[in-house]
């Protein structure tokens, strides 16, 4: 082989072994999945391929509003942690001093416990009797009917919880690598603290906020663990309908329907998102 | 029927103080969970899913057939449900019955704890079945209903060879050799047996419950559990009513659920795990429930919560020791499920996990052992012994039911009509 034509080989040889990950994992397996949501059949007699495209009307005509419902309270869960998680992160970085590590591993040291265990967690610390609502019940200051379990706020609140650290830490990351000499420069420029934060710190973290809405939107619709455990009966999720089409009725095509729209949905979605605020400073992000 | 109404000894008396079990069915749903998800990705490997119903049918030669030259091998792999087998006092992972069944027949048991619910274990079984390779397990312990059938539909488990069964053949309660989901024990023999009835905290419920009915009382509203399954749901609102479900049609199916969407504004959750812990910290006040679990819950201490047979009738199931197909250890798999049918070895688990054993004559094992042993384990042990949760009478076995046994296409009726009221809007 020629220098030449090695030196025209490399860019490729070098993509190759992505590009093979992504095709095994990710390509392959979408096609197959879309192949396997246009069967008919059923697990006794098998699945064959029909090219059945009213699964998917009957799918979506049935499960809408568990639909919808995913997202909206993807949609909330990712506001409340932007709201939550920016000031952490920006308390972190701008005033963490030398303790910033030691803050950021307080930050994360609940999450080394399994996600289903902390979510059972809530579970018991919200009880309508137990140590939370029944003091609070005891004290005269919540009707004895009140319950935080089996409600909205309890699952929103429960995809807020268990997402969050993906929301601080890229925020926290653009915030730190900003060049504090900015900041000075714009007091110098007889920037008042509000206008400081306004026109440098904010439009220069917002590539941190962008990175942690796609680290946290996306699972956070798709979960079914806090809506089975924290929610009630009507806080059914996307998910939990395509666990149950998928294990319990091995529905397969149905489940493979439901799973191809939502992460459908979910794709274009961050794709409009990425066209409207560019990409580039992600990369930056998580690159940094 | 009051079988169950029976007030039970304090919780400390109880023999389980000394080692706290946790329900068999509460899943240790993380790992289920998780099982689940890298199951899914089993599946997408394959665009099309082979069918494997249409199976020889089992006849009589075709037994023969297959169990023809079969011999005894050193070890046998089985599959089973966390706790739900004895467990030595020293150390939890030694199984005293198993140790007998090696020492006595020289062959290796590898115990799995590997069941935490049907759908999970069916997802991980089937690509293996799918394949015609071995599971890995020889002996598996499957619930009757809707799983049971898809295995049986699916040719998935191996007819049983009864010469192989002694011991189930003169010990087995009449009723398991006539089950309506496997007749003639083709394919299987029972594990144990529960109730699905209701369980209740007297705490805030302030009378006795007797009814299913009971848990439509708009008193009761947002602390009313009820089961999210296709089993256990639908199963007891049509005993309510209609008796027994084996003579419901679709017609009925569908006046049962509009009974139960009436009410669905009343149901705090329809739960597929861990409503023992709803019903102790009150979240729950009333819900649908298995037997052992609240015997078990009251066993190990910290609640005083009861459990009733509701008088319209109770809905039974039956967790069964199958074959599953490609078993590599056929004959060992059922010397081993045969053991279980010594009463002296029915006594050591039924003490254990406190469910129906389906030998009636391991009670007067556990008479034995009462009678030998002191204090508190004394007093558990006499409970258990005349426990009709554990050892039934013929006429509460009369009054109770199973569940519908649904074929492939009466499920998807029975599922669209279901279904929509516990994942509904």
Redesign the interface.
Same mark, same amino acid.
């Given at each position: 082989m020629t220098l030449r034509m090695r030196a025209r080989l490399a860019p490729y040889l070098l993509i190759l072994p992505g590009g093979l990950w992504l095709a095994i994992f990710f390509v392959i397996?979408i096609i !197959?999945?879309l !192949? /396997?949501s246009l %069967?008919t059949? =059923?697990?006794?007699?098998? @699945?064959?391929?029909t090219f059945h495209v009213a699964t998917y009307v009957n799918q979506l005509s049935?499960y809408h509003?568990?639909f919808i419902?995913s997202f909206v309270y993807g949609t909330i869960a990712t506001a409340a942690m932007i709201a939550i998680g920016y000031p952490v992160a920006y308390w972190i970085a701008f005033h963490g001093g030398t303790r910033k590590s030691a803050y950021l591993f307080l930050l994360i040291l609940p999450f080394f416990v399994?996600?289903? /265990?902390r979510t #059972?967690s809530w579970? @018991?610390l919200l009880? %309508?009797?137990?140590i939370v609502l029944g003091t609070l019940k005891n004290w005269g200051l919540l009707p004895q009917?009140f319950?935080v /379990?089996?409600t909205n706020f309890a699952v929103i609140a429960g995809l807020t919880y268990n997402f969050l650290p993906y929301m601080v830490l890229p925020i926290y990351v653009a915030l730190e690598r900003m060049d504090k000499g900015l900041l000075e420069a714009a007091s110098d420029l007889y920037a008042n603290r509000r206008e400081v934060f306004r026109r440098v710190v904010l439009p220069l973290s917002i590539p941190g906020v962008f990175a942690g809405i796609l680290l946290t939107f996306v699972p956070a619709v798709s979960d079914y #663990?806090n809506a089975?455990?924290l929610?009630?009966? =009507?806080q #059914?999720m996307i998910g +939990?309908?395509i666990? =149950?089409q &998928? /294990?319990? +009725? +091995?529905n &397969?095509p149905q489940a493979a329907a439901l799973s191809f729209v939502l992460m459908a949905a979910l794709l274009i979605g961050v794709f409009i998102y990425a066209r409207a605020l560019g990409t580039e400073d992600i990369l930056s992000v998580s690159s940094g | 029927m009051s079988s169950g109404n029976d007030e039970l000894p304090t919780p400390d008396i109880l023999r389980g103080l000394s080692q706290p079990r946790f329900s068999r069915r509460q899943l240790l749903q993380a790992a289920g969970w998780g099982g689940a998800a890298l199951g899914a990705g089993a599946l997408l490997s394959a665009c099309g899913v082979a069918g494997t119903g249409a199976q020889a049918k089992t006849t009589k030669s075709s037994i023969e057939k297959f169990w023809a030259g079969k011999k005894k091998t050193g070890v046998v792999n089985w599959a089973n449900w966390p706790l739900y087998i004895d467990v030595s006092s020293t150390n939890k992972d030694d199984h005293p019955s198993i140790d007998l069944f090696e020492k006595h027949y020289g062959i290796k048991v590898h115990y799995y704890e590997v069941i935490q619910d049907e759908g999970p274990f069916f997802a991980k079984v089937e690509p293996s079945l799918q394949a015609h390779q071995y599971t890995g397990y020889d002996v598996a312990v499957i619930t009757n209903g809707i799983y049971f059938t898809k295995y049986v539909e699916l040719g998935w488990f191996i007819p049983l060879d009864h010469s192989l069964l002694p011991n189930f053949n003169k010990y087995a309660a009449t009723k398991y050799k006539h089950e309506g989901f496997d007749p003639g024990n083709v394919y299987s023999i029972p594990w144990q047996s529960g109730f699905t009835g209701i369980g209740y905290n007297p705490k805030y419920v302030g009378e006795d419950i007797n009814s299913y009915w009971d848990l439509f009382n708009p008193k009761y509203k947002g602390h009313i559990g009820m089961f999210g399954n296709n089993d256990d749901l639908p199963n007891s609102i049509l005993v309510a009513m209609y008796g027994d479900p084996a003579k419901t049609g679709p017609k009925q199916w569908r006046a049962a659920a509009k009974r139960l969407n009436e009410q669905k504004p009343l149901v705090r959750q329809y739960f597929t795990q861990n409503y023992i812990e709803s019903l102790k910290s009150g979240d729950l006040w009333i819900s649908q429930a298995w037997s052992g679990d609240i015997f078990q819950a009251n066993a190990s201490g910290g609640s005083n919560l009861k459990f009733v047979i509701p008088k319209e009738g109770g809905v039974i199931w039956t967790d069964n020791l199958t074959l599953l197909k490609y078993a590599q250890n056929p004959v060992s798999g059922m010397l081993l499920m045969d053991w279980y049918y010594r009463p002296e070895i029915a006594a050591m688990v039924a003490e254990y996990v406190n469910y129906i054993t389906p030998v009636p004559d391991a009670r007067q094992w556990v008479d034995k052992d009462a009678a030998k042993a002191k204090g508190s384990n004394k007093a558990s042990l006499e409970y258990i012994a005349k426990s009709p949760l554990v050892f039934p009478t013929a006429a509460e076995y009369h009054e109770t039911y199973n569940y519908r046994v649904l074929t492939n296409k009466e499920l998807s009726v029975w599922n669209s009509i279901f279904e929509p009221i516990y994942l509904g809007a």
């Open positions: 397996p !197959a999945l !192949a /396997l %069967d059949g =059923n697990l006794i007699n098998g @699945f064959r391929e049935q509003t568990q419902r399994t996600f289903v /265990l #059972v579970q @018991f009880a %309508d009797q137990g009917g319950r /379990l089996s #663990v089975e455990i929610g009630g009966v =009507n #059914v +939990n309908i666990e =149950n &998928y /294990l319990v +009725n +091995n &397969y | -």
